[in-house]
């Protein structure tokens, strides 16, 4: 097994209410999972430019940079596209939800946050994302076998 496989899936968790952050990394708890935690907007692209997560949870209203700017940086950058973001809102209005899709989302919790369901969702995002990420692997495996010289 590589590092790569054997190393537990990162999840950064993004909220500017310090309650809500708590909470949401105390459900994780029960997910074999690194948790880590950004204040804002700000801290988080930092954060994952630093040390890309394997999913993200993000808050939509937060001061200086909103959750849809925050999505919208995470999937225009082709190093972090592929991070899936679930947007963690209060926001239940059909506009909203056409922003955060607009904005990237994979998908969106309503808050107050359901934690069978936050967890459910995170286990099929990390799923999803470690399938992505060993089909990656073997695509480019396979396409250097293909450009060794044939005997």
């Known amino acids: 097994m590589s590092h790569e496989e054997t190393q537990?899936?990162?999840?950064?968790?993004?909220?500017?209410?310090?309650?809500?952050?708590?909470?949401?990394?105390a459900y994780?708890?029960?997910?074999?999972?690194?948790?880590?935690?950004?204040?804002?907007?700000q801290e988080a692209l930092e954060m994952i430019q630093n040390d890309p997560p394997d999913l993200v949870l993000l808050d939509v209203m937060m001061p200086k940079i909103s959750g849809f700017e925050v999505c919208k940086r995470i999937k225009n950058n082709p190093e972090t596209a592929d991070i899936p973001v679930i947007?963690?809102?209060a926001l239940s209005e059909m506009g909203d939800i056409e922003r955060a899709i607009n904005s990237g989302t994979d998908d969106f919790l309503s808050k107050p946050v359901n934690k069978w369901e936050l967890l459910a969702r995170v286990r099929t995002m990390l799923k999803l994302k470690h399938l992505t990420d060993q089909l990656e692997r073997t695509l480019l495996y396979l396409s250097e076998i293909e450009q060794l010289p044939r005997q």
């Open 8 to 25: 537990k899936p990162k999840v950064l968790v993004v909220d500017d209410n310090l309650q809500n952050l708590e909470l949401i990394l």
């Open 28 to 41: 994780l708890e029960d997910i074999d999972c690194e948790s880590l935690s950004a204040a804002g907007g």
């Open 87 to 89: 947007m963690v809102t």
